[in-house]
């Protein structure tokens, strides 16, 4: 009887497929939390000189951007770090001048090493300084310099997987490479420098004991709106007190971490990772993490958790 049925079924999907129809109860793709994007750290040990060795190879202007892309390893071929995010590290030699141009996707920066280096976004020149975190409106001109006398280096951080899943990638270049400068505005909505961020994290630490699993951590907000400075990307600084063991916790949120100042370790989905500065890792949805802080570490970090709020995905478990 329950063969005949079968029999019946198997018939029945064969039959629709041909109209481009499935059964649902015949699904196999994963109902569970968690990407295929898996955890893994680039260490500024290897990456350092292998920007400098493409700082021999190819200009800033040849390249548009001298970006190596931190691909995950899980997901070769789509250029991301995570399902939703991109991370890049970006590397600017003395008067080099990275392009003028726009797309819809957003972007950040984290300066990781370097002085001397700005980004011009609609006009305004932004200085680029070791710990600054910087804004970078989806469809806003920009072009980035290097007025010093050592290279700089940065993380950047895109939305691109967001416009490219709406098909919504627009991008342009300007008609010239530089961008005429705008005068001198007051100060800056799109630039948080480092001093500030640090001694905001001074304060926090001084006000109460640091989160069992995140440490003092804050995040970034617009300083009109009060929100997030992305409409997809929820942007991060924490601060580990030397010693410190944290808890195990995980969310839907994929995270990339750039590691500002300070030793410890990750321990992310059982893998550990032993982390100095400037090393960058990822930590995908949903996978259980836990820090370990050797020396007062600073963190940075941005994930889709903007998106994922706004859009009543997200979920956490401590
Ligand atoms: O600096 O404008 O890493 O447009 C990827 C795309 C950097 C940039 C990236 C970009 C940029
Ligand atoms: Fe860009």
Known sequence: MSAVVNSD?????KEIAELGLKPLWERVMRLKAGTDARPAIWRWRDTR??????????TAKQAERRVLMLENPSLPGTTFITPALFAGLQAILPGEIAPTHRHTPNALRLIVEGEGAYTAVDGERIPMRPGDFIVTPGWTW????NEGSAPVVWLDGLDTAFANLFGAHFREDYPEERQRAAPPGSESFLSFPYERTRANLERLSKGGNPHPCHGWKLRYTHRDTGKDPFPTLAVFMQWLPGGFTGGRHRSTDGAVYCVVEGRGSADVGGERFDFAPHDVFVVPSWEIRRFEAATDCVIFSYSDRAAQEALGFWREES
């Not at 079924?9 to 999907?13: E, I, K, P, V």
């Not at 000189?49 to 190819?58: K, N």
């Not at 920009?142 to 310099?145: E, K, M």
């Open 142 to 145: 920009h072009d980035h310099g």
């Open 9 to 13: 079924l198997a018939r029945f999907s």
């Open 49 to 58: 000189p292998l920007l400098m060795r493409a700082c021999e190879l190819i």
